[in-house]
């Protein structure tokens, strides 16, 4: 009989998975490994280009990355993305998914020494153990500046309150990720879901890897300390499944607009620089419906350096 090695590995990573998740004490333990001592202007909706360089903070706080279940073998995406982010000048390391109560402790000693950013990135487990993370930072009253899933486990909490900028990257139809995130009741912050499950071509192994997620977040880590976690206007979740073949575009969360005599969906896809399918499906307005005067629709949005938008003129679109 012949083994197909993916086979073996993807059974390899089913069985851990499930021996980290099936216990019904797994909540209560993955609590204490994680516990914390103590003392221990419309908004613009493209891509914000960064301050010019005489007005750009050198590159401050620090970002927390964790692998999956066998990190070293199937989370290598996370250590490409620690050494992007050290390329960028960014304070970054990646770490096992269960080492999360040391490296949880050593973050509120830092975050005490120095109050700069934080920044919480995981990949399977690694993404549950991100969310835990934040969880034990709310009880130290540290706020957390973004978190980033990756495919993270179905047993994740929720998104805490303590969090400014959530981002989950998952396949709905996974079966060793698949988590579908969502925020505590009261949360506030900016919220952003994408599924791209319909991308034949990404799997729970490669999603981790992916060049052109891993330029974006590097791109928003950057801005983190010149970028104001509250926004003009509601921050409004968002929640797309991409269509095949569609490109990954991180927004943060979504704003809303209202219309004006002659708008339409394409009108302002091209007006604010997103693709038709963001505003479809958001809007579940179909691409030729006539738009009301008056009319509110919720448009992506990408944060922006306070820098930049103290520059943007005032006034309406």
Same mark, same amino acid.
């Given at each position: 009989m012949v083994v197909h090695p993916?086979?073996?590995?993807?059974i390899a990573i089913s069985a851990m998975f499930l021996a980290c998740v099936s216990s019904a004490d797994f909540d209560r333990a993955a609590a204490r490994a994680i516990t914390v001592p103590n003392d221990a202007a419309a908004h613009l909706n493209t891509l914000p280009p960064l301050p010019p360089q005489d007005v750009v903070a050198p590159p401050r706080g620090r970002v927390y990355l964790f692998r999956g279940a066998l990190g070293p073998i199937f989370s290598r995406g996370m250590d490409r993305l620690t050494d992007r982010l050290k390329q960028a000048g960014i304070t970054a390391n990646v770490y096992e998914f269960t080492i999360c109560r040391l490296i949880a402790a050593q973050a509120v000693l830092d975050y005490r020494a120095d109050p700069a950013p934080v920044t919480l990135i995981g990949h399977s487990m690694g993404g549950l153990c991100a969310l835990k993370f &934040?969880?034990? $930072?709310?009880?130290?009253?540290? @706020?957390?500046?973004? !978190?980033?899933?990756? =495919?993270?486990?179905?047993?994740?909490?929720?998104?805490?309150?303590?969090?400014?900028?959530?981002?989950n990257i998952f396949l709905s139809d996974g079966v060793l990720g698949g988590g579908d995130i969502v925020a505590k009741q009261g949360y506030q912050g900016h919220y952003a879901s994408f599924d791209l499950s319909k991308q034949s071509k990404v799997t729970?192994?490669?999603?981790?890897?992916?060049?052109?997620?891993?330029?974006?977040?590097?791109?928003?880590?950057?801005?983190?300390?010149?970028?104001?976690?509250?926004?003009?206007?509601? &921050?409004?979740? $968002?929640?797309?499944?991409?269509? @095949?073949?569609?490109? !990954?575009?991180?927004? =943060?969360?979504?704003?809303?607009?209202?219309?004006?005599?002659?708008?339409?969906?394409?009108?302002?896809?091209?007006l604010y620089h997103v693709p038709l399918w963001s505003l479809t499906q958001m809007n579940r307005v179909p691409d030729n419906a006539m738009l009301a005067a008056g009319q509110t629709i919720i448009v992506p949005r990408r944060l922006?350096?306070?820098?930049?938008?103290?520059?943007?003129?005032s006034g309406g679109r």
């Open positions: 993916t086979r073996v590995a993807a &934040a969880e034990m $930072l709310q009880e130290e009253n540290i @706020p957390v500046s973004l !978190v980033v899933t990756v =495919d993270p486990a179905h047993a994740s909490p929720d998104v805490p309150l303590n969090v400014e900028r959530y981002i729970h192994i490669n999603i981790d890897k992916m060049e052109s997620i891993h330029e974006q977040l590097v791109g928003a880590v950057l801005q983190l300390a010149t970028t104001p976690a509250k926004t003009e206007g509601s &921050a409004v979740p $968002l929640r797309y499944v991409l269509p @095949p073949d569609a490109p !990954v575009e991180l927004w =943060d969360s979504g704003t809303l607009l209202v219309t004006r005599s002659g708008d339409t969906l394409p009108r302002l896809a091209a922006m350096p306070a820098a930049v938008i103290s520059a943007q003129p």
